[in-house]
Each structure stands twice: as C-alpha cells, then as structure tokens.
C-alpha cells in the first residue's frame, strides 16, 4: 500500500513539474496535462479501492448491518469524493463559479440520499421514548 501511495505522490509531483514548466508557453497543454493526470491517479486507486469496497461489504454481512445503510453510506463518500474530485478540476481550468456548483450540487445529493438513514434513525429514537409514535 506504501508503494502504491509513493507511486501516486511522484507521478503528481512530475506532473506538477511539467505543468509548470509549460504553463507560461502553452497553458492549453498545461490543463491537459492536469486533466489527464487526475484521470490517471483516479484510474489508479480503482484497484484498491475495489478491494475496501468488498471488505466494507464482507464486514457489514458479518455484523449484520442491513445492507442497504451500507450502500447508501458508500454512495454518500463516493459523491463527496467525486463532487470535490469535480470542483478542483474545474478550479484548475480557472473555473471558480462552476467548482462551487458542483461542489453545491454534491451536497445536495448527499442530503437527497441521507433522508432515508435520518428517517430510521428519528423512527428508533421514537421507538426507544416512552409514549414516542
């Protein structure tokens, strides 16, 4: 896993170098290279985090979660991650108008997704009150 993380840190790092260096010249190829640096980190991670998923998934089963809180709870991280993942992007471009949209439209799927966990949540705390619906 520390190798993997080493490999990721430097192929940013020469990105990072590459960038900068043809930023001034050809700023076109710079977000290019930018683009294509973050697609290839997030191909990257895909492997590993393959194999959490299936981890997450093999522990709930044993403890007897439902998996449905499960999947809506990695649903929630995954749009966390890709709305923020979305937004530096669009900062990269120059694009400060659009990132904070996109980082507004992330939070409100992961509110429109959470409803149903705060729903069982308020019915089980109302189950455990005295007198509660």
């Given at each position: 896993m520390v190798i993997e993380i080493v490999q990721v840190v430097g192929f940013g790092l020469i990105a990072t170098f590459l960038i900068m260096v043809?930023?001034?010249?050809?700023?076109?190829?710079?977000?290019?290279?930018?683009?294509?640096?973050?697609?290839?980190?997030?191909?990257?991670?895909?492997?590993?985090?393959?194999?959490?998923?299936e981890l997450i998934s093999t522990l709930s089963g044993q403890a007897g979660?439902?998996?449905?809180?499960?999947?809506?709870?990695?649903?929630i991280i995954g749009i966390a991650y890709l709305s923020e993942?979305?937004?530096?992007?669009?900062?990269?471009?120059?694009?400060?108008?659009?990132?904070?949209?996109i980082e507004l439209a992330g939070k409100m799927m992961i509110i429109m997704m959470a409803i149903p966990i705060f729903q069982v949540l308020i019915e089980t705390v109302l189950a455990l009150i005295p007198g509660g619906a």
């Open positions: 043809i930023n001034e010249q050809k700023p076109v190829i710079a977000l290019a290279i930018a683009l294509v640096t973050g697609a290839m980190i997030f191909l990257f991670i895909m492997a590993p985090l393959q194999a959490a998923l979660i439902n998996n449905m809180y499960i999947q809506t709870l990695l649903k993942f979305g937004a530096h992007i669009a900062r990269d471009a120059d694009q400060e108008s659009i990132a904070s949209k």
